[in-house]
């Protein structure tokens, strides 16, 4: 994700959109018109995933 943003800004945004690379347009967070609640519900997702993420590693790093 961060390679996509930094080729953003090295580029213009009609190009970018001539590459498919137009990340922003689906993003809530860029986008005045998102229902809402749904960023928070993706955030709440990321919460999820992260620490599903977190108690994995922990368990793997566990010594038995």
């Known amino acids: 994700m961060l390679s996509i943003q930094i080729r953003l800004v090295i580029c213009s945004v ?7 690379m137009d990340w922003w347009v689906n993003n809530p967070v860029f986008c005045s018109q998102a229902p809402p609640g749904q960023l928070e519900a ?5 919460d999820e995933r992260l620490a599903k993420l977190e108690a994995s590693s922990r368990h793997e790093a566990v010594p038995t």
């Not at 009609?14 to 498919?20: P, Q």
């Not at 993706?42 to 990321?46: E, I, N, Q, R, T």
């Open 42 to 46: 993706s955030l709440g997702k990321l």
């Open 14 to 20: 009609d190009k970018a959109k001539e590459m498919g």
